[in-house]
Every structure is written in C-alpha cells, then in structure tokens.
C-alpha cells in the first residue's frame, strides 16, 4: 500500500477527457468548501460516499485523475495495488484490504483531511463468479462490500475510487458499490498532439503539417503510448543523435553545445570539429545537449512502440 499523503498532479496537466473531468467536477465530494473544484454545494445526498468507478483503456490517465481529484481536493492519497493483496499477501488479503480501510480512516481522522482509498486494476481483484474465480477474489469481494458498508460514516471520511480497464468483468454487486461510474476515452488526434507537445518540452523543429501527420500515424493510441514513445523513442534517438555524430558541435544561444547541422542559419558563435568525446575533452565541462528534436526522432520513436522495444537508448 502507498499512502503518498497529498500528490501533486494537477487536473491540468490531464489533457482531454473533459466528459470525465466534468463528471467529476459534479460530484459532491469534500466536507471543506475549500477545496474548491470539486465542491459543487450543499451535500444532501445520501450517496456521497459511494465509490467512483474510472474506466476505460489502459494508458488514459485513470491513475492521473485519481491523483489530481486528491490533489485538488487537499486529500491524502492511498494506493492499493492488487499485486499488493493478492500476491504479496497471499492467505491475508482480507485483512490486508481491511487494514487499508482502517488505515485510510485512521489518517483521515488524524490530519482532519479526506481520504483518498485508490484500487487500481480493481478487475483483477473483484472477479465475476465464474471460470477464472478463485477463492481469494470471492473473499476479497466480500470483504469489500463489508468495508464499503464502514465508510458512510462520517460523510466525506474516506472516498474510494476505483479504477479498471475492463467494466463488463466486475461483478455487479462491486458494480453497484462504485455508484458513480465515469469512462475514460483514448485522446483524439489533436489531444495527442498535446500530449506530444506537453512531454517534447525541448526545443524541436516540428512543424504544424509535422504534427498533423504525427497525429494521423499515432491513431487509436493513448497517452501513455505517447509519452513512451517520445520520452523512452524520440528523444534518446536525439541523444544517441547527437553522440555518435563525427561533425561540428557549435555552441548556441544558451551556450551549450548541439551538434552543428542543427544550425543551418549559422547562427553559432563557436564552432568545435570532432567527434562528441574529442569535442568534450576540449572545452572541459560545455554543457552538451542532443539537437532539436525532429520528425525523424519521432519516427523511430513509433517504430520502437511498434515493436516493444522501448528502452531508454
Ligand atoms: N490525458 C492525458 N494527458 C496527459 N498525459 C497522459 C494522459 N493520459 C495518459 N497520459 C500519460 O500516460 C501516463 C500513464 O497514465 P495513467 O497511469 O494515469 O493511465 P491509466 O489509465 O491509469 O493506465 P492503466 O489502465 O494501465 O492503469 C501518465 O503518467 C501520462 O504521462
Ligand atoms: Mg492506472
């Protein structure tokens, strides 16, 4: 279990997804009007602590909405992961999910703040009755809906936040415990451009058309996808780039060093000939950077999510 008190991921930083976030914006979840975005009023209803339910394909930003929900709800954050029940625990996952509602309450009561109680991958915990049922889910399923019970008192204690890719594999009395159930969808085209766009952070040499065609190539793609492809694909590419590249290095604007075929417009101030490590024994500590990044980059990056090799090089 991670309790990670209050994370620190911001609803902005989630690109897309405004029927979720709306969603969510309606809920009525915190006792403190303070916590300002997620408070839509008076709470009156008698459901406010049922379970909220994120689902949708893997790669979405289920985990990043549940951390930005606790975020700007001033919430403490507890993560269960099923490997965490299931495996680690084998024989004493009840009362291990037990004691993450009973430590999730604890907190709660102890800093005065709401608890969020976040079960990723929740399928793999709560399984249908059925062929792949096992004595450890069935319990765990119970248990469950026995902690679940513990927690509407007092109102805005613990909000439990479930999270899955596969909906239609829960059984339906977990089903009805999440009553608010809030889908999550795979970014479109211009969504996946900004995903691009937020993890290139570097300088590049992208332009408009470069992007339209990044974003017909990445179709059906998610935002985890991106961010590997750019930050595990592209972006070593442009490091590897610009090691093993023999030629010039010039110094740019912010003195550091880019390979020098990055710099058509001759705009360097110091040119150095050789190989990067030659180059680098020469001017002692330069700080050397990989040029901007460039469609090429980008490409390889999608060839090697393509083939699932996507190690830093
Ligand atoms: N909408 C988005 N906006 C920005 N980044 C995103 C978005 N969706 C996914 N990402 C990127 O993908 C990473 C993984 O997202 P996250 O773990 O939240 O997905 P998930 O839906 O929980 O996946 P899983 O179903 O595998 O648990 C994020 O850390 C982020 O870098
Ligand atoms: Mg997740």
Request: proline share 5%; charged share 25%; aromatic share 8%.
């Amino acid at each position: 279990m991670n309790t990670n008190d209050i994370p620190d991921v911001s609803l902005d930083d989630i690109i897309g997804q405004k029927k979720a976030k709306k969603a969510l914006l309606k809920l009525k979840l915190f006792r403190n009007p303070e916590h300002a975005c997620f408070y839509a009023g008076v709470k009156d209803d008698s459901n406010s602590n049922t379970g909220i339910l994120l689902y949708g394909p893997a790669g979405t930003g289920k985990t990043m909405v549940a951390k930005a929900l606790a975020t700007n709800g001033g919430c403490i954050f507890i993560n269960i992961s099923p490997n965490d029940i299931l495996y680690e625990f084998i024989g004493k996952s009840e009362e291990w999910m037990k004691g993450a509602f009973l430590a999730a309450k604890e907190k709660a009561a102890k800093t005065g703040k709401t608890a969020v109680l976040f079960i990723d991958h929740c399928d793999v915990l709560f399984r249908k009755p059925g062929r792949n049922d096992c004595e450890v889910s069935s319990n765990i399923t119970d248990i469950f809906q026995e902690c679940m019970k513990g927690v509407t008192e007092p109102k805005g204690q613990i909000i439990v936040l479930g999270a899955t890719n596969y909906k239609e594999q829960l059984p339906s009395p977990i089903l009805s415990l999440f009553a608010n159930k809030i889908q999550m969808n795979l970014p479109g085209g211009e969504e996946r451009i900004a995903i691009a766009k937020l993890n290139i952070k570097s300088s590049h040499s992208l332009t408009d058309d470069d992007f339209a065609r990044f974003a017909e190539m990445t179709e059906g793609y998610s935002g985890r996808d991106i961010f590997n492809l750019i930050t595990m694909g592209a972006k070593p590419a442009a490091r590897a780039e610009a090691i093993h590249h023999n030629g010039a290095w010039c110094k740019n604007d912010e003195d550091c060093y880019i390979p020098c075929f990055h710099s058509p417009d001759h705009s360097c101030r110091a040119k150095e000939s050789g190989t990067f490590r030659e180059v680098k024994e020469r001017t002692g500590n330069g700080e050397f950077r990989p040029g901007p990044l460039t469609m090429k980059h980008i490409e390889i990056g999608i060839d090697l999510l393509g083939v699932g090799q996507l190690e830093p090089i």
